[in-house]
């Protein structure tokens, strides 16, 4: 039996998470704090909320009271920690916002879990989910390591880097029994439609042009949310605290090709009006990361995970999820998703 606290488990990865946790651990106790922005929608808890052993808190891990009283409340054992702003577009907007909840948050965690441990963390763990993108961009070969230096480019990127080095210095300094993920692009059920999958399945059905970033040969490495949850599993279970594991499926592929991808699979199956002619090609990006790739030679050979989904039938599931659940899409992208697309696509 474990208590866990998962921050921003409303969230597309987080709900993700705590659906497969409560499935697979029915004995744990599910924390689930998270602030409810415009990205976490209880919505997605639907299944697991009259559990006896669920909790959801709704606050913010950038205040350092409410993180407090979390864990005065409650005997937390493992904290997993996905709170956090987490689109590139919006960092560029509006970076001083990620300075606050990625960096201020974890640092708030952090110190609440020192706290309240005080030493006796033998079998504690603080799990910091981040991303490949703090290691900055790959040119046409080569991969992200464990070892690669961090070089991020993005407000988004740099911020989940000062939280990874926090993070670290915890555990160099206190000895808090820490472990950092780094997964590369997720994609599946619950994504909201910010991102380039959901916002191009989201555009079509409305027969909306799709906006191609640049000459949209960039590239990135793309992972089944669920093969995401299952590394975290292990992580979790059987990964070695002060060690970082990178995740990811050798899935690379161009942003057009996964345009094209979801057009044809659309045209095949909702309507045949949805065709390549609605791709729009838009100015670049600021800042734009080339290529992410991942080398996960190490949960492969130390913790024996593999990705399960191939890219042809994860996609198949996310459009199909997207399509089961028009209601949902239609909902969060009315009121602030509407000001947003503005801000960012207009006069593009
Ligand atoms: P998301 O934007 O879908 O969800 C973020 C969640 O955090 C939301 O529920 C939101 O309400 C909550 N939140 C935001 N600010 C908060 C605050 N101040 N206090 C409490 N809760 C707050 O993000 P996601 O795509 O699910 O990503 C989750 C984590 O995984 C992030 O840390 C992200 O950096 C990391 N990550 C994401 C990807 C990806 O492809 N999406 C890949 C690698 C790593
Ligand atoms: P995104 O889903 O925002 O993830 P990230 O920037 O964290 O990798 O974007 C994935 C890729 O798709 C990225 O190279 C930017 C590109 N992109 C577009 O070309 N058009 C879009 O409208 C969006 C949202 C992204």
Known sequence: MKTVLVTGGAGFIGSNFLLYLAKKYPSYR?????????AGNLENLKEIEERKNYRFIRGDIADSAVVGKVFAEEEID?????????????????????????????????NAALNRWEGAWEDKR?????TDEVYGSLGETGYFTETTPLDPHTPYAASKAGADLLVKAYHDTYGLPVIISRCTNNYGPYQFPEKLIPL????????????????GLQIRDWLYVEDHCKALDLILHRG??????????????TNLSVVRTVISYLREHVDPG??????????????????????????????????ETPFAEGIVRTIRWYLENRDWLERVTAGEYQEYYRRVYEGR
Not at 30 to 38: F, P, R
Not at 200 to 215: F, W
């Open 30 to 38: 599910l924390l689930n704090l998270d602030k409810l922005t415009y």
């Open 126 to 130: 603080f799990l910091q989910i981040s």
């Open 78 to 110: 493992w904290v997993v920690n996905f709170a956090a702003e987490s689109h590139v577009d919006r960092s560029i907007l509006m970076p001083a916002l990620f300075v606050r909840t990625n960096i201020m948050g974890t640092a708030n965690l952090l």
């Open 200 to 215: 191009v399945i989201n555009n079509a059905l409305h027969r909306k042009k799709l906006p191609v970033y640049g000459d």
């Open 274 to 307: 949805i065709s390549e002619a609605l791709i729009a090609f838009v100015p670049d990006r600021k800042g734009h990361d080339f290529r992410y790739g991942i080398d996960p030679a190490k949960i492969c050979n130390e913790l024996g995970w593999r990705p």
């Open 240 to 253: 070695k605290t002060g060690e970082v594991y990178n995740i990811g499926g050798h899935n690379e592929r």
